[in-house]
């Protein structure tokens, strides 16, 4: 139990965010023992460690999202008596609490002039924030969120959670070239995230689909192939760099041939694509089998995943077969 909340639970599947909410009402009882006594005579108990306090935090994001509103309220309180309610994290986690139990949007505008007020007295409390960028995002006001994370990135240029959020604010409004560039600016922050170039893969993909001269989509699904390339590069056996590989190959072996020879100069070689497209469709394959079979260690993928990339192999299949 202790060990799967030390992982947040936000980006896990519905089901382990269930089986982590139900547990939690256990864990926070078996806790209550630790505050006989008030901070700092605690840490004579040994029991006021990091991963104590990451296991909290991790719970009430685990209770939000399941709706275990009581739990929920139970780890914030610990929260709140050991660090305060000054405290930024403790704020922030106040706030999502809030907009996760508020009934109307009422309610929600409250919430948002309490954090209007929170930065009006100290604009650099990066947690409020990002809390007002996210409401606002939820709230449908885009245009607003972008100024937001835009003046948080002002006072914080190497934020990478702040210029992906940008990144996803402006693909919802299908400005494709400033999401692309707030990606890249992820990457030269955090260059090893194989999951951040496979975004980026993906958003020039869709790039590519969307211009119409031949020419230009060509250099697109080319850089969006290598973006593919160094995200399984970081990270073997990813499936979702392998699917956008894939694609992206699927796609310039269709385009490549049908360019002038003077374009062709700065595209890669048509020999090279079909090894990495081979690459990809064998790498895949392997992870639906050893998946599809339960073996251990191969049990990561979503159900959803693992269907996407099936439908994908079938339709090779299909062409083989015509």
Known sequence: MAASFLQPPTGSSPQTAIHLSQGAASFLKSQRSAFTLPWPLTLFLNTDSQEKWAIYENTLLACLRTGDFDSAHVALNAMIDRFGKTNDRVVAMAGLYQEATADDKKELEEILEGYDDIL???????????????????????????????????????DA??????????????????????????????????????????????????????????????????????????C????????????????L?????????????????????????????????????????GEKGWDGYSAAELAAVRQLLDKDTQKIQR
């Not at 409020?128 to 003046?151: C, F, P």
């Not at 790039?207 to 850089?223: D, H, I, V, W």
Request: net charge neutral; proline share 4%.
């Open 120 to 158: 009006k007295e100290d604009p650099t409390v990066f947690s409020i924030q990002k809390r007002r960028a996210a409401l606002l995002k939820s709230m449908g006001r885009t245009a607003e969120a972008v100024t937001a994370v835009s003046a948080l990135l002002e006072l914080s240029p190497t």
């Open 236 to 251: 073997d056996d990813y499936l979702r760099g392998y699917y956008g590989l894939k694609l992206a190959t699927t796609q």
């Open 161 to 234: 959670e702040a210029w992906a959020e940008l990144s996803d604010l402006y693909f919802s409004q299908g400005l494709l070239e400033q999401s692309i560039h707030c990606l890249e600016e992820v990457l030269v922050v955090v260059p090893n995230a194989w999951n951040m170039h496979a975004k980026l893969g993906e958003v020039t993909y869709i790039a590519a689909n969307r211009t119409e001269a031949a020419g230009e989509q060509s250099k697109l699904l080319a850089e969006s192939m290598r973006r593919f390339c160094r995200s399984v590069e970081l």
């Open 253 to 293: 072996l269709t385009s490549l041939p049908t360019q002038k020879k003077s374009q062709q100069s700065d595209l890669p070689p048509i020999a090279s694509v079909q090894k990495l497209n081979e690459l990809a469709t064998a790498k895949l394959a392997n992870i639906l089998r050893r998946s599809s079979s």
